[in-house]
T-cell receptor, first 111, second 115 residues
Framework: LAKTTQPISMDSYEGQEVNITCSHN???????ITWYQQFPSQGPRFIIQ???TKVTNEVASLFIPADRKSSTLSLPRVSLSDTAVYYC????????????FGRGTSLIVHP | GAVVSQHPSRVICKSGTSVKIECRSL??????MFWYRQFPKQSLMLMAT?????????EQGVEKDKFLINHASLTLSTLTVTSAHPEDSSFYIC???????????FGQGTRLTVV
């Protein structure tokens, strides 16, 4: 399984754009990159998934360079409610994929 | 995205008793379900993986006789904590994955407190 490395914590202010980068140097050819958000005492919530280049949905963008050894989750104009832990997961989408969590990034958004 | 429902959201039980936690995929068939536990300020730790109709595969260090997992249908998996002790107090989270999705979806979690 490809191991991921993220910053342990980040601070931001309301209205700013936040970029969280995840390193996954050993990513395999058929691995997808998936990001989850977790609030205290809740299960992780799917944010976005991508394979290469750029993916955008209504809540975030995911940027993946050509070598796919890293990825960046971009949250536009964060609010206080975006304070949470964000996890980057790497793995194949096939039948053998087991979601494995690293330490995640604790994002704190200040007023 | 798909919805995974976990019940109960919190439970308090006496030491020595057993507790069952249910995990249901509401709008898709979950070919594989996963069970995690999470201690305060820590990440999710995988306990076991279960496929419908098969025995669960437990991670190293997880006692299969203590944490009974049943995945009897494509929409339901249960985790039973048997003879619970205070050290079993934790946040338990289930996850489900279906064939038509590339990602896994998670339940709301169950806060277990053993007194």
């Amino acid at each position: 399984l490809a191991k991921t490395t993220q910053p342990i914590s980040m601070d931001s202010y309301e209205g700013q754009e936040v970029n969280i980068t995840c390193s996954h140097n050993n990513i395999a050819t058929n691995d997808y990159i998936t990001w989850y958000q977790q609030f205290p005492s809740q299960g992780p919530r799917f944010i976005i998934q991508g394979y290469k280049t750029k993916v955008t949905n209504e809540v975030a963008s995911l940027f993946i360079p050509a070598d796919r050894k890293s990825s960046t989750l971009s949250l536009p104009r964060v609010s206080l409610s975006d304070t949470a832990v964000y996890y980057c997961l790497v793995g194949a989408s096939g039948g053998s994929y087991i979601p494995t969590f690293g330490r995640g990034t604790s994002l704190i958004v200040h007023p | 995205g798909a919805v995974v429902s976990q019940h109960p959201s919190r439970v308090i039980c006496k030491s020595g008793t057993s507790v069952k936690i249910e995990c249901r995929s509401l709008d898709f068939q979950a070919t594989t379900m996963f069970w995690y536990r999470q201690f305060p300020k820590q990440s999710l730790m995988l306990m076991a993986t279960s496929n419908e109709g098969s025995k669960a595969t437990y991670e190293q260090g997880v006692e299969k006789d203590k944490f009974l997992i049943n995945h009897a249908s494509l929409t339901l998996s249960t985790l039973t904590v048997t003879s619970a002790h205070p050290e079993d107090s934790s946040f338990y989270i289930c996850s489900a994955r279906g064939q038509k999705y590339t990602e896994a979806f998670f339940g709301q979690g169950t806060r277990l407190t053993v007194v």
